[in-house]
């Protein structure tokens, strides 16, 4: 636009003529979501926001919540940090995740642990099948590296810098940036310790719901997997809903899957006492 | 006169030796340039392996940055292990053991209680000794993040089935670590009786850093 604004009045009409304007990553308020499950009513929606290609998003999520995860255009790359929201010291431990429950893949009834032996969020059902737990998120040198630039002010921004962001919108610092885990991309290991990329693209509309079992802040950061090995930047919107539920119950088969997971549930249930 | 064979090759003059008791705790600031060797006096002793900065102490090791960087799962020689930041801390200069583990993690009270049962919340634990390393010097509980077991064996296998195994160490066994900066490491000499990592028997471990 071209026009004169040297009153405040004009800069102010000049603003709210922008209202109404619709993208495709930005949050929806009150959110609205023609495609939830049969048995969420819209009242119980809480969030729908599409995080955009190289963009980030935080979300203060209650206990019992489900979050779906979409990759919209399948090359999403959902790498997450998990925090308990009223103490978030306590997070997301990735060692403890994988040693845990005896295994290096994340997958549907597998639990998202924290360092103090609780589990932060289930795995209810996968519909990508490539997750990631060992190579961690991009930063802005090897974004430099790869496509020349990884500042979070340029157009190749990097995993690192968005965490960052996304956690002191929290109040929290640099020291709360933990090893993270993705999701919709993969790192499969082969005899040997060789990390294989699964980074795809895969279809279009690949969803994962996970069950909020703390009160967590999550932040998400969608920048291209690390391990990438397309010269160009490329990363897809990611579509995050999430809607109320019930506290999971002691007959869950999630809960009850394994001895360590049920464990982890007691904690949980022990902390909530 | 008869020649210390743990210190055998060294780049330069020792300039700190010390054994760190069974399940004892551990902080040295280690100049870039130096290195450090540690020693597996009795074999398979796991010890458990954080890095600092020692400019800026949020910055430390990340076990993601360096897997990713070398494109593999295991540290051997010439591993170099990076920061959060993606910067060399310090470069695996020469081994012994064929390789170290950086995916298992530090044994704490609350993983004990889902790994074994709420009957070892009281047994003693790494995650106890880094914080009581990490608090004598302003860090805590944001600052324990993904670490380095050298002398222990994690492998993974087709299915994802992971698991810490016994040991390919032995008595004697060395890895030499050269500093790339300026670095506070923080060691736990594991003191886990639950698993094989340490033989299910844990023994004391020989710290030399060199010029």
Known sequence: MTEI??????ARDHARAMAGTVVE??????????????????????????????????????????????????DACASILL???DMPTERLNVADTVKVQWNAYLGEGKLLLSDMGRVLMSIVEDGAGTHD???????????????????????????????????????????DVHPCVTLFKGAKIEPGGAI????????????????????VIMVIANC?????????????????????????????????????????????????? | ??????????????????????RAPWLHHVAAGQTLRIVDLEGNQAVDFLLYAAADDAERYSAQDTVSAQGNLFLREGTVLRSNEGRPMMTIAATSVEYHDTIG?????????????????????????????????????????????????????????????????????????KAEMDVIVVVSNCPQINNPCNGFNPTPVRMIVAE
């Open chain 1, 5 to 10: 604004l040297a009153s405040p009045l004009d």
């Open chain 1, 25 to 74: 990553a930005m949050p929806v308020l009150p959110p609205v979501a023609d495609d939830l499950p049969p048995e969420v009513a819209p009242s119980e929606l809480l969030w729908e926001e599409t995080v955009a290609a190289g963009g980030y998003a935080t979300r203060r999520l209650p206990r019992g919540a489900r979050l779906r995860l979409i990759d919209l255009a399948g």
């Open chain 1, 83 to 85: 925090f308990n929201a």
């Open chain 1, 133 to 175: 737990t060992f190579c961690g998120t991009s930063n802005a040198a090897t974004n430099a590296a790869k496509y020349g630039c990884g500042a979070n002010s340029g157009p190749y921004p990097n995993g690192r810098d968005r965490f960052l962001l996304g956690a002191a919108k929290h109040g929290l610092q640099r020291r």
């Open chain 1, 196 to 215: 294989t990329p699964l980074i795809g693209p895969f279809p279009a509309g690949r969803s994962v719901l996970l069950r909020a079992e703390m009160d």
């Open chain 1, 224 to 273: 291209p997997h690390v391990l990438d090995p397309r010269d160009t930047y490329t990363v897809t919107p990611l579509r995050a809903t999430a809607w109320r539920g019930p506290v999971t119950s002691e007959d869950d088969p999630i809960r009850n899957a394994t001895p360590e997971g049920l464990r982890a549930f007691l904690n949980v249930e022990d902390y909530y006492r």
């Open chain 2, 1 to 22: 006169m008869s020649i210390d064979p743990h210190l055998a090759d060294l780049s330069g003059p020792v300039v700190h030796d010390v054994i760190v008791p069974a």
């Open chain 2, 105 to 177: 993690g530090a044994c704490s009270c609350e993983s004990n209680t889902l790994r074994y049962g709420h009957h070892t919340k009281a047994e003693h634990a790494c995650v106890e000794n880094f914080l009581e390393a990490n608090l004598r010097e302003g860090r805590g509980k944001r600052d324990i993040v993904s670490n380095i077991n050298f002398f222990m064996n994690v492998p993974v296998e087709a299915d994802g089935s992971l698991g810490i195994v016994d040991g390919i160490s032995a008595p004697g066994l060395t890895v030499d670590l």
